[in-house]
């Protein structure tokens, strides 16, 4: 069974930048497909970003392009969300995923990031 544990949000001005980490185990994670979400009250859970698991391929919100970037270790068991230039409108809990045809989906419980002045 897959377990994640997400680390690294917090309180951060307009422009400033955060690292989100998203620590896995319980499957082996180079197999696991990998993803932030987030969401705000009172709205749906939003992808943010997901990198795959062969060839780190990545993706990202329109939102998010340019300022926000997806990055893996495998060795570390870790997944990373480097977020710049970051805006009120990024406020959200962001949460980690996992995926794998074998296991399906798994969730983080979250961390908080506030972007506010």
């Known amino acids: 069974q897959v377990q994640l544990v997400e680390s690294g949000g917090g309180l951060v001005q307009p422009g400033g930048s955060l690292r989100l980490s998203c620590a896995a185990s319980g499957f082996p994670f180079s197999r696991l497909v990998m993803s932030w979400y987030r969401q705000v009250p009172g709205k749906e859970r939003e992808l943010v970003a997901t990198?795959?698991?062969?060839?780190?391929?990545?993706n990202y919100a329109d939102s998010v392009k340019g300022r926000f970037t997806i990055s893996r270790d495998n060795a570390k068991n870790t997944v990373y969300l480097r977020m710049d230039s970051l805006k009120p409108e990024d406020t959200a809990v962001y949460y980690c995923?996992?995926?794998?045809?074998?296991?399906?989906?798994?969730w983080g419980k979250g961390t908080l990031v506030t972007v506010s002045s």
């Open positions: 990198i795959t698991n062969t060839y780190g391929s990545t």
């Open positions: 995923n996992a995926r794998d045809s074998f296991v399906g989906a798994t």
